[in-house]
């Protein structure tokens, strides 16, 4: 557990370690750069679906691009503008190849920044650590982007989907040892490693599990998975869904008068995307987990870090939805690419990215209080906190301890 | 055997809302003899312009009625502007336009109004109505908006000039000319009634499955489904093609052990065409005659 | 129909096609390999829905099952690329011939519902939990790219390039053959008029499961070149949107013209880039605008370009 000494503690560290940076930077003078780097600018690769059944994430690229303007309106890292290139793979794994390709080879960027999906980035993984390109920060939570050994070129960012499935069992391992667990989740890799940290959190109590319903992204609803898991005699319902779904499961769950103990997955806990759509009653008690202050809940009207954020918003995307999530993810993934960047110095190599990229300790302020990223050269998990919430009918309330869900063990 | 029952309900509830589109893709259909890709967005398009109405403060039945309006005009627009020039290409070149709309509008939705969900209001309430809100009040609502509206076609193609004429135009356009049917303008009026009734279709189905640009593609791969079993002629067998889409779907889903979760749908689609094998024409179509 | 029976023009094309990737990025070469792919797949397409009047909207389904066949073949039993192709081939013409069988019953829409149903259950299918150990489930599967063979001196880009080309000009040629063949005539007078080519003698059930079988062929082994060049197979690389995407190929390129597959693929590949280049967040408008307005301007493709083309030209000489 993290006490807010040890913050302070660390915020002292990376302050001193920057001053140190810049005394040190004029003595050694000696700059470094691969393909992408120049005195002028740094060029980031970024794939996204701004096309495609998963246009709603793209959200995520744009703020990014707003925010390296912001940065470049600011003077740029260490002098250098960031000139981000940002490519629509509409989702599809052959286009992120193509695009994933023309950003090294033909636009000769420095590193490929959150290109977004598990099939987009597994398409690409090889070829990127056969290249030697950084495929930093990876938006995706499945649980194979940090591979140090393996794939010494890949880094995730968010907490992934299997230490999120582990920490709900082990909640309910603690609070209901007798529960009976009915899952709906989503048909794929994402619904599918969720599913697995949770069984193997519970590990021999698997049995707890004793009903599960899968959707597809194209089914229209998810009533009669709804309808399946109610009559299975669960009572505690776990709601790995994207947020459209996750939303249309509170709400029938309320309406056939079933009433299960409710987590649903950190990606659909957006007060304003998803609890709002479903009806603040019909969601009251629900539980979840969370890494990032969600700017919809007032309770962080007065928050600095709610304010910069706001701030930012207001100048550099005042077209971006506020209710959006994906707004504060993509503000705190630029931030920490800011940081790596910021570390480098002058030494502008791919090697140096990824050694920075490993050695990372930062406190953001849009993060909730004790959540950090910290990164080491054998663990590529940046973010691996989260902490439970419970929603009370108007906003989040956390509860328990910050918990690190450890994977691979 | 509850649960059958609750599954038969459920599907019910969800095989209405195929029926509801269904029945528009079947609209265009008898007017032009296409199958229209584009039928799902233009409805998210229009469900979007009443929700832009609602939020600027109209009230429901209004922005409702305006709506249906502004599609009807927009589907007779579609028609001369988009379609009429190329109405003498082939087959596949319509096809390929009706794709070139769906990614327009789908693209344009989003740029306007974002792909977050949301929420759309009901006329109806939300109360539970049958066996402990298997059924709603919304759902019922719709129930009787789809029976409303399927009346309403089989008088208008049975009983009104207007209607024969559009019959007469699809069915043998010269001989429609030569009595004196403008055969063009039939084909417009029939974008025009099939874009409204998508409109109608959009807003009842927005309130269940939430307000964003691709809430229509899984809708619509069901609603042809249903259109196509109840067979393409005939609006009442397209809304009964619907409503079994919807149960057969749920019960493959929980009666079938191992696969029906995750295959229910192909399961449903396996059956269909199963039964499309069987009898070609569809349900309810009748067979369709060659001259040779 | 304008062919390309001038053997001056077929030369010269190829020719540059031979020279092409020599002096271009190797990233540029990859994109042309992947057009040749597509190239093949809309042939395939061709054969079925321009010659012989069948309708699909399941070609993502053949194009899946040769990439996977071809993925799995080199991943579980160390098959050289190269021989995945016949195999994959195989494995398609088998499976569009039974495909064929049954729904030769269907015709129009009602054929289109069926393929349409083959292109939304081959990804379910792909990732279904019991199957996960062959076909990697969600995951997909990893694929190792070949290197040029007998020391030669290319890139793995070049060769895989040349090794498409070389693929793409023999089955073209096929193609070609067949339509001009007794069995083409047969397949067009079944397109054009199935009771007179009944009564002609015709097997309409043979033939029009025979050419489901080679239309399912050709686009398998376009999967299968598919998966070595991208070197990643996964259910979400085959969804529906692919078999829509050489519809649009083939409508573009021209139906009933086999050349206008090489028109289609291009089509395919880089027009979702140029809209892209126009505007991020209406990239897909700016498509459906590109799409439409082609339509507009050529309403017979690629096809009816060339043959107002050669007009002027002969008109000229």
Redesign the interface.
């Known amino acids: 557990m993290r006490v807010p000494s040890d913050r302070w503690r660390v915020a002292a560290l990376a302050s001193f370690a920057s001053i140190a940076i810049a005394i040190t930077t004029p003595a050694l003078a000696q700059k470094k750069y691969d393909t992408g780097a120049t005195d002028a600018e740094i060029k980031v690769g970024n794939i996204m679906p701004y096309s495609g059944p998963a246009s709603a994430y793209a959200v995520i690229g744009k703020t990014e691009a707003a925010f390296f303007n912001k940065v470049n309106a600011e003077g740029g890292i260490n002098g250098r503008k960031i000139n981000f290139v940002s490519y629509d793979d509409g989702y599809s794994p052959p286009k992120a190849v193509e695009q994933a390709r023309k950003l090294v080879e033909s636009d000769g960027v420095l590193l490929i920044f959150q290109s977004l999906g598990t099939p987009s980035n597994s398409a690409i993984l090889k070829y990127m650590n056969a290249k030697k390109v950084p495929q930093l920060f990876v938006a995706t939570g499945a649980t194979k982007f940090g591979d140090p050994k393996d794939f010494p070129w890949t880094m995730g960012w968010q907490p992934n989907y299997q230490s999120e499935g582990r920490i709900y069992a082990k909640y309910l391992i603690d609070n209901h040892p007798n529960g009976k667990i009915g899952i709906l989740y989503q048909n794929d890799d994402y619904g599918k490693d969720v599913m697995k940290g949770l069984k193997d959190g519970l590990g021999d109590k698997t049995s707890m599990i004793i009903a599960e319903a899968p959707y597809e992204t194209s089914d229209p609803t998810v009533d009669s998975q709804i309808v399946k898991l109610k009559a299975s005699g669960a009572d505690i319902f776990l709601n790995v869904a994207t947020p459209k779904f996750a939303a249309q499961a509170i709400k029938k769950v309320a309406e056939v008068g079933w009433k299960p103990i409710q987590i649903v997955n950190n990606v659909s806990n957006s007060l304003g995307g998803v609890l709002a759509p479903a009806g603040f009653d019909n969601a009251t008690g629900v539980l979840s987990t969370a890494y990032y202050k969600d700017a919809t809940d007032p309770s962080w009207k007065d928050d600095p870090g709610f304010k910069a954020w706001s701030a930012f918003m207001d100048k550099y995307y005042p077209d971006g939805n506020r209710t959006d999530g994906n707004t504060v993810y993509g503000y705190l993934t630029a931030q920490t690419l800011v940081q790596v960047l910021k570390q480098c110095g002058d030494d502008l190599t791919r090697e140096n990215v990824m050694k920075q990229a490993a050695n990372l300790k930062l406190d953001l302020d849009m993060l909730l209080p004790g959540i950090s990223i910290h990164t080491t050269p054998t663990s590529y998990y940046p973010l691996q906190q989260l902490q439970m919430e419970k929603f009370d009918g108007t906003r989040w309330q956390r509860f328990g301890p910050v918990i690190s869900g450890e994977v691979g063990g | 055997m509850e649960l059958l029952l609750q599954q038969i309900l459920a599907g019910i509830a969800t095989g209405t809302i195929y029926a509801c589109i269904a029945l528009a893709i079947v609209m265009t259909y008898q007017t032009i003899g296409h199958l229209n890709f584009a039928q799902g967005e233009m409805a998210m398009f229009s469900t979007f312009l009443a929700w832009q109405l609602i939020q600027w403060g109209l009230p429901y039945w209004t922005a409702f009625a305006l709506t249906v309006a502004l599609s009807f005009a927009g589907g007779v627009l579609i028609e001369r502007i988009v379609l009429r020039p190329i109405h003498n290409a082939p087959v596949l070149s319509h096809v390929a336009v009706f794709i070139g709309l769906l990614a327009i509008l789908n693209s344009l939705a989003g740029f306007i109004w974002d792909f977050n969900v949301k929420p759309f209001p009901t006329p109806f309430g939300t109360a539970p109505l049958i066996a402990n809100g298997f059924i709603d009040a919304h759902q019922a609502g719709m129930i009787a908006v789809t029976i409303l509206l399927l009346a309403f076609l089989y008088g208008f193609f049975r009983f009104t000039r207007v209607g024969l004429a559009m019959r007469a135009s699809a069915n043998d356009p010269v001989s429609a000319r030569l009595v004196g049917i403008r055969v063009g303008w039939m084909a417009a009026l029939g974008w025009g009634m099939a874009a409204a009734i998508g409109a109608v279709a959009g807003m009842m189905i927005a309130p269940i499955v939430f307000l964003e640009p691709n809430m229509m593609l899984g809708v619509l791969l069901y609603g042809f489904a249903g259109a196509v079993l109840g067979g393409l002629g005939s609006p009442a067998g397209a809304v009964i093609g619907g409503l079994i889409v919807g149960v057969v779907e749920n019960l493959a889903g929980t009666f079938i052990p191992v696969v029906g979760g995750e295959l229910k749908f192909t399961i449903a689609l396996a059956i269909i065409v199963a039964v499309l094998v069987m009898k070609p024409q569809g349900l309810f179509g009748r067979p369709v005659l060659h001259r040779v | 129909m304008p062919r390309l029976n001038n053997p001056r023009v077929t030369l010269a094309i190829i020719a540059v096609a031979l020279v092409l990737p020599l002096v271009i990025?190797?990233?540029?070469t990859?994109?042309l390999t992947?057009v040749l792919v597509y190239a093949i797949a809309i042939i395939g397409l061709n054969l079925l829905?321009g010659f012989n009047g069948q309708?699909s909207l399941g070609h993502s389904a053949f194009y899946a099952i040769g990439a996977y066949v071809a993925a799995m073949l080199m991943d579980k039993a160390d098959f050289p690329y190269a021989m995945t192709l016949p195999v994959a081939g195989i494995a398609c013409f088998v499976f569009g011939f039974l495909f064929g069988l049954?729904?030769l019953?269907?015709?129009g829409?009602?054929l289109?519902?069926?393929t349409?149903?083959l292109a939304?259950?081959t990804p379910?299918?792909l990732?279904?939990?019991?199957l996960e150990h062959w076909t990697g489930?969600?995951?997909?599967i990893?694929v190792n790219k070949p290197e040029a063979p007998f020391g030669l001196p290319l890139t793995e880009d070049q060769w895989l390039y040349y090794f498409t080309l070389l693929i793409t000009i023999v089955m073209t040629v096929l193609a070609h053959n067949l339509v001009a063949s007794r069995t083409g005539r047969a397949m067009m007078a079944i397109r054009d008029?199935p009771?007179?080519a009944r009564s002609m003698g015709i097997n309409i059930a043979l033939y029009k499961s025979l050419t489901f079988g080679v239309s399912a062929l050709y686009t398998g082994v376009a999967g299968a070149l598919?998966a070595i060049v991208?070197?990643?197979v996964?259910p979400?690389?085959f969804?529906f949107?692919l078999s829509?995407s050489l519809?649009?190929g083939?409508?573009?390129g021209g139906?009933g013209w086999i050349p206008g597959a090489f028109f289609g693929g291009a089509f395919v590949?880089f027009v979702?880039n140029l809209?892209?280049s126009f505007s991020?967040?209406?990239?897909?408008?700016?498509?459906?605008?590109?799409?439409?307005v082609l339509?507009?301007v050529l309403?017979?493709g690629a096809a009816g370009l060339t043959r107002a083309a050669s007009r002027w030209w002969r008109a000229k000489a």
């Open positions: 990025q190797n990233f540029l990859f994109q992947l829905t309708f049954p729904a019953r269907l015709e829409v009602y289109a519902l069926a349409f149903a939304v259950a379910q299918i990732k279904l939990s019991p489930g969600v995951q997909g990893v008029n009771i007179a598919g991208v070197q990643f996964a979400d690389s969804t949107f829509i519809l649009v083939l409508v573009v139906v590949l979702p809209a892209e991020k967040g209406l990239s897909g408008a700016v498509y459906g605008v590109m799409i439409i339509i507009y309403p017979t």
